[in-house]
Nanobody, 126 residues
Framework: EVQLVVSGGGLVQPGVSLRLPCAAS????????MHWVRQAPGKGPVWVSS????????ISADSVEGRFTISRDNAKNTMYLQMNSLQPEDTAVYCC???????????????????WGQGTQVTVYS
């Protein structure tokens, strides 16, 4: 069984940067995509970004393109989300997930991901 553990959240002011790691344990052969999904207060999950564990190919939602960068360190079995220029609308619980397939899952539904980790709260206050 794969476990995904996110850390690194916190309370920050607008404009600052934050990096979230997601550490994976278990069989890395059971997934080939890793994802970030966030859920703002009172709203449903929203897909943020995905990375292919094979060659590092990545895609991101338009809302974070240019500000957020997804990356992965295969040696450490850890995925990262570098978030720059944070804004109040980025306030959410950030979760990591994993899936297996020929292309990235960009779903907003938890059930469409093979593995789902707990989230970390990121609050951007002004």
């Amino acid at each position: 069984e794969v476990q995904l553990v996110v850390s690194g959240g916190g309370l920050v002011q607008p404009g600052v940067s934050l990096r979230l790691p997601c550490a994976a344990s278990g069989s890395s052969f059971s997934y080939n995509w890793m994802h970030w999904v966030r859920q703002a207060p009172g709203k449903g999950p929203v897909w943020v970004s995905s990375i292919y564990t094979g060659d590092g190919s990545a895609i991101s939602a338009d809302s974070v393109e240019g500000r957020f960068t997804i990356s992965r360190d295969n040696a450490k079995n850890t995925m990262y989300l570098q978030m720059n220029s944070l804004q109040p609308e980025d306030t959410a619980v950030y979760c990591c997930a994993a899936s297996f397939g020929s292309q990235a899952t960009t779903s907003n539904k938890k059930e469409n991901y093979k593995y789902w980790g707990q989230g970390t709260q990121v609050t951007v206050y002004s």
